[in-house]
């Protein structure tokens, strides 16, 4: 008798188990296969992706090589490719350098787009920072003062890598559209910043007394060139290097 209570038990069991499997088998198939495709999905995704970043280094060697050799339409077009087909760092930094070439071929609107797009590319505050402070440089002598201080005044910000060189650039802005004043305090604050490096803080000092001893009005039209002047050195070393490095002092935040 027991025996056949067993039977039973274990049929209404197994009865149990098949309505189971008939209700979430094609449940847990269903996730499976979804999880299958999600995978397959990523690896196809990833295979792309190093596709293009294999694709856009070759590009952007051969724009360094072209660039090497003066090919100065050879570079663009690889750097273009590169930007198109690289990932964030690539497209930043070949946009530095297609703009580093507008600037030399004098195509400065051009070039300050270049550089913005190459500020927008890159998450990397050095890469961003002087993409927009060359950008600003170009534009000191031809954009109004809020315009140029609209660029400018973020990169001030604390632990900006560019904060002593834009406060500088900002000061001679200033200075340019006659805001004396305005210029000798941004230059007070600029000399007394413990970050200030070295040679800054001096010009800076300079440039202060330039101010209070009356020949600042002869200031401005020195200024402007002088920030064409670094715009197209920073360019051209932009250019002539892999990738930005740790900011380097401009050549001088006033005219000759």
């Known amino acids: 008798m027991v025996d056949v209570f067993d039977q039973v038990e274990e049929e209404l069991r197994s009865d149990r188990y098949k309505r189971l499997a008939r209700t979430w088998l094609p449940v847990v198939g269903g996730v499976l296969l979804v999880a299958l495709i999600a995978a397959l999905a990523w690896w196809g995704w990833q295979k792309m992706e190093t ?21 100065l339409v050879g570079a663009d077009a690889a750097f273009t490719q590169a930007a198109d087909q690289g ?11 297609r703009a580093g070439i507008a600037v030399q071929q004098d195509r400065i609107p051009a070039a300050v787009e270049l550089f913005d797009e190459a500020a927008q590319a890159s998450r990397d505050p050095l890469i961003r920072d002087a993409a927009v402070y060359k950008a600003a440089l170009l534009l000191m002598d031809t954009a109004t003062l809020e315009d140029v201080t609209a660029r400018l005044e973020p990169l001030t910000e604390e632990g900006r890598p560019f904060r002593a060189f834009a406060r500088e650039a900002m000061a001679m802005t200033q200075l340019q559209h006659g805001k004396t004043a305005e210029a000798r305090q941004t230059l007070v604050v600029l000399k007394n910043s413990l970050d200030t490096p070295r040679e800054i803080s001096q010009r800076a000092e300079l440039a202060i007394s330039s101010i209070d001893d009356g020949t600042a009005p002869s200031l401005p039209p020195i200024t402007a060139a002088m920030g064409q002047l670094e715009a197209r050195a920073g360019a051209a070393r932009a250019a002539a290097a892999s990738a930005p490095r740790a900011p380097t002092a401009p050549a001088a935040p006033v005219r000759p």
């Open 51 to 71: 596709s293009k970043a294999d694709k856009a280094s070759i590009a952007y060697q051969r724009g360094l090589e072209s660039l090497e050799s003066n090919n």
């Open 87 to 97: 990932n964030a760092a690539y497209k930043a930094l070949a946009l530095h350098h």
